[in-house]
């Protein structure tokens, strides 16, 4: 079964300090991966996808096949990025994204 | 800019009653979702449908049903209400080629009583 694991339900940081948000999905095949966030009282977006490597608002995230990871992370953290974030990866063979439970990124000032 | 929209975004309702949650996407999206979205459970794949009159089960069917009558309109149903439904309801779409991106509506808070 296709599964995704965000292992922090809360992650507090200060402001200008070094984020990563973890996440690791199961392995059947190659999932296409996507971050999504919700910031407070938006809608759920797109924030970034594998397949682009970009950086979007200062933030990368890198495949690692070996540990099928893909940990979303930020050099220096601003109060702006406080919101939820989501891990989505996309199973070819079962054509559908699914979503991790989620990590609430508060950044304290 | 592609728009979900979800036609309630407040509802309260009692037990036992038939709920409809309406989205209605306006980009000519194949491909259409229904999620609830709970505190610590992130979203939950409840129906999802790639074609007009087409559907799929996601990972919570149980409870709902979905209509797809028309490209641009995809209801979720709840027959028979009950508390532990009370959740929020995200209605997403997206195309089948290209970029798997899915765009979201604004959510529906259901209250059941």
């Known amino acids: 079964a296709q599964r995704v694991t965000q292992p922090e339900k809360l992650l507090s940081v200060f402001k200008g300090a070094p984020v990563e948000l973890k996440c690791n999905y199961s392995?059947?095949?190659?999932?296409?991966l996507f971050w999504y966030v919700q910031y407070s009282r938006q809608r759920l977006q797109l924030l970034l996808r594998?397949?682009s490597r970009e950086s979007i608002k200062g933030f990368t995230a890198d495949l690692n096949k070996g540990e099928t990871s893909f940990h979303l992370k930020k050099p220096f953290a601003q109060e702006e990025d406080s919101a939820m974030y989501y891990c989505a990866p996309l199973y070819s063979s079962a054509s559908k994204i699914i979503f991790g439970s989620g990590t609430r990124l508060s950044i304290r000032p | 800019d592609v728009k979900v929209t979800q036609s309630s975004r407040y509802l309260v309702k009692r037990t036992g009653e038939k709920v409809f949650l309406e989205c209605v996407q306006d980009?000519?999206?194949?491909?259409m979702f229904w999620y609830r979205q709970d505190p610590g459970l992130g979203l939950r794949l409840i129906y999802f449908?790639?074609?007009?009159?087409?559907?799929e089960k996601g990972d919570i069917p149980e409870g709902y049903s979905v209509s797809r009558e028309k490209k641009e309109r995809f209801s979720l149903i709840l027959e028979s209400a009950s508390t532990n439904q009370t959740s929020m309801y995200l209605c997403?779409?997206?195309?089948?080629?290209?970029?798997?991106?899915?765009?979201f509506g604004a959510g529906s808070r259901l209250t059941v009583l």
């Open positions: 594998h397949i």
């Open positions: 997403a779409s997206s195309r089948t080629a290209g970029a798997n991106v899915l765009t």
């Open positions: 392995y059947s095949g190659s999932p296409e």
């Open positions: 449908s790639y074609d007009v009159k087409m559907k």
């Open positions: 980009m000519d999206h194949e491909n």
